[in-house]
């Protein structure tokens, strides 16, 4: 697939990484500040652009004014006679390139090189000897100083889809004032990216050569390009065609010219993007949940809820409606706001600004709080009745109370009609039993001794069941008390650490992939392009 193996890897990790930033540019969406995202917008399109088309191959346009030797060039280097070379001018009327590799159709067809004009090179003659160019497209470009629009048309087109330029001058023309003027100065800032060749250079005293090649670097200063390496050749002569067959060949051997580029600009929007987000997130157990449901709690007047629950159970009957939270119950507004502040706060800590404030806005109002936390109290259950112990109660005490009516009934009767009356006798209490007996009533001492016992059983059963009910009250209330506090635990969970978390998610994902574009892609300048490849000669 790839046109170098080398290259196709970094390829991959291009895509990949872009694809990754695209995805991280939607999830920041507006939290990415509206001038940076124009700006990030125009590198995204140029890298899309760059991958579109493929960043395998190294494209060098060989350009420059009519007659200056391009296409002998082209055709010195290529090694074949593909390019028309001729003393009509402008031979050159369309632009054609040789390609060193497979699948570059759809990069020529960006290029717009018609089909017939494309030469393949590696499939013809020795492909082997052509193995240090594999990756390489060479264009031969119609004249940029042309009479015939058209052809500047074509030059406007291919210079700045083009990796590197080689500008080819005529030792004659070279201060010609079209090539300083109209591109070599808007080139400013690219001349990583380009090359200087002074052709014929046969045509020129040897002993002239090197100040040649020094006012043609001096007249590039002046149009603003720096360290632009200038070369000689002659393609008559073959003079150095071969180095800078060498300088081609080095160029596809590293990284391709494309992928640094749309590396380059992949970090640049790493590097745009990285003062829109923070270092590091807050941690979840910043957070204080508990804290912040207790503040609501409070807003909702919990314990007063709870007292009047407790104060309410005891005298409740089956079936009666117990003081729960209802639809007119008033919530504090005041703390309801210091709730929401008490969770926006530490969890906007550290991040920049829009996305604190999109912290603050994933956590809903106030007013929609408060309407939430009564809803979900509402929906706690009222506590249910100690009924089984009041029934214990009534059926203990009632059953006491009626042994004690029976006992004093027997007496009464013992005393009215003692022949009749029922009695135990041969009881003996010491004391007691000689104390009814000096009465003259013996017969009384059961009976007597048995209200005695029944009253000090119904006193403390009384007292036990009393006991029991209030334990149970109280348990109840709290019950129903931390039912509601859960559920205001709930709502700080769901509406607010939730959300603020699920940002602070975003977040993350966001500075992670722009840390390690940034981390991946550090060093990547378009120096890379030329640097230790070109020199000047
Ligand atoms: N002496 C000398 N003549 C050269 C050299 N290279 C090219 N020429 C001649 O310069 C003339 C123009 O060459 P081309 O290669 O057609 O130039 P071009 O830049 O392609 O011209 P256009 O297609 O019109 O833009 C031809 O007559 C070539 O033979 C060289 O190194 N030395
Ligand atoms: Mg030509």
Known sequence: ?????????????????????????????????????????????????RLSVG?????????????????????????????QVGVKRPTTSQPLACVWGENAEKLLDHLGIEPENRYKRESELDAGDEEDLQGLVLVDVPDHDSIAEEHREFVDQIVPLADVLIWVLDPQKYADAAVHTRYLQELGGHERSLMVVLNKSDTVPE?????????????????????????????????????????????????????VRAAVDLRAAGDLLAPTVGDSEPDREDLPVSATAAILAEAAD??????????????????????????????????VEAAREKIIEPAQARLPKLWAQSVAAAVPLE???????????????????????????????????????????????????????????????????????????????LPALGIALAIILLLIASAIFGAQLRRARDLRAREYGDGLRAEAAVLVGERMVAPVTAVHHSHREVREVITSVRKELEGTRPREIVRGSAHRE
């Open 1 to 49: 697939m790839s046109a170098n193996p080398k290259v196709e890897r970094s390829s991959a990790v291009l895509t990949e990484r872009f694809v990754a930033v695209e995805q991280a540019v939607v999830q920041a969406g507006e939290r990415i500040p509206a001038d940076v995202a124009a700006q990030l917008e125009e590198h995204l399109d140029t890298v899309r652009g």
């Open 367 to 445: 007013g929609e709080l408060a309407e939430e936390l009564r809803a979900g109290m509402k929906s706690v259950p009222p506590p249910r009745l100690p009924i089984g112990l009041r029934r214990a109660k009534q059926v203990v005490l009632s059953f006491l109370w009626l042994v004690i009516i029976a006992l004093i009934a027997w007496g009464v009767w013992l005393i009215a009609a003692p022949n009749s009356a029922p009695t135990l006798t041969g009881v003996r209490v010491p004391y007691v039993t000689q104390s009814f007996t000096d009465w003259g009533r013996p017969e009384l001492v």
């Open 302 to 335: 919990v314990m007063a809820l709870q007292a009047r629950m407790r104060d309410a159970i005891p005298t409740a009957k089956p079936g009666d409606e117990l003081p729960t939270i209802d639809d007119e119950h008033g919530i504090d507004s005041e703390l």
């Open 207 to 259: 002993v002239a050569l090197p100040s040649l090649l020094a006012d043609v670097g001096r007249l590039l200063s002046q149009d603003g390009l720096n360290e632009v390496p200038v070369r000689a050749v002659s393609t008559v002569s073959q003079e150095g065609v071969v180095g800078l067959r060498d300088v081609l060949a080095q160029l596809t051997q590293t990284r391709s010219a494309a992928a």
């Open 55 to 83: 960043v395998d191959f190294t494209v060098v346009a060989l350009v420059g004014g009519t007659g200056s030797g391009k296409s002998s060039l082209f055709n010195a280097l290529t090694g074949i006679d593909f390019a």
